[in-house]
């Protein structure tokens, strides 16, 4: 059993920067991709970016290529997704997901099946 803790979300103006932070329990994250994924009001969940768990390959979702950041600290069993140039369009609840034993871009390719999932943290970007 693996449970997911974010944080990190908050309001923040447009252009400004946030970090988000994925807390992982259980002793075998090494093993597991991490992802992050947002829903804002209204619509379906999407991918946002995502990373390996033996090479660190990570994976982009088009609209937060260049501009945000996914990495990880195995030692601390958590992942992050730093967020810079944020636009009022990245409003959403952020949520981390775990896929044991599987890759950035099979996490990119669907974004339902996760074996794990976070409850979400509110980001909210002002113009």
């Known amino acids: 059993q693996v449970q997911l803790v974010e944080s990190g979300g908050g309001l923040v103006q447009a252009g400004g920067s946030l970090r988000l932070s994925c807390a992982a329990s259980g002793r075998t994250f090494v093993r597991y991709a991490m992802g992050w994924f947002r829903q804002a009001p209204g619509k379906e969940r999407e991918f946002v970016a995502a990373?390996?768990?033996?090479?660190?390959?990570?994976y982009y979702a088009d609209s937060v290529a260049g501009r945000f950041t996914i990495s990880r600290a195995d030692a601390k069993n958590t992942v992050y997704l730093q967020m810079n140039s944020l636009k009022p369009e990245d409003t959403a609840v952020y949520y981390c997901?775990?896929?044991?034993?599987?890759?950035?871009?099979?996490?990119?390719?669907?974004?339902?099946?996760?074996?794990?999932w976070g409850k979400g943290t509110l980001v909210t970007v002002s113009a």
């Open positions: 997901a775990a896929d044991f034993l599987s890759s950035a871009q099979a996490m990119a390719d669907r974004t339902d099946g996760m074996d794990y």
């Open positions: 990373i390996n768990a033996d090479d660190g390959n990570t």
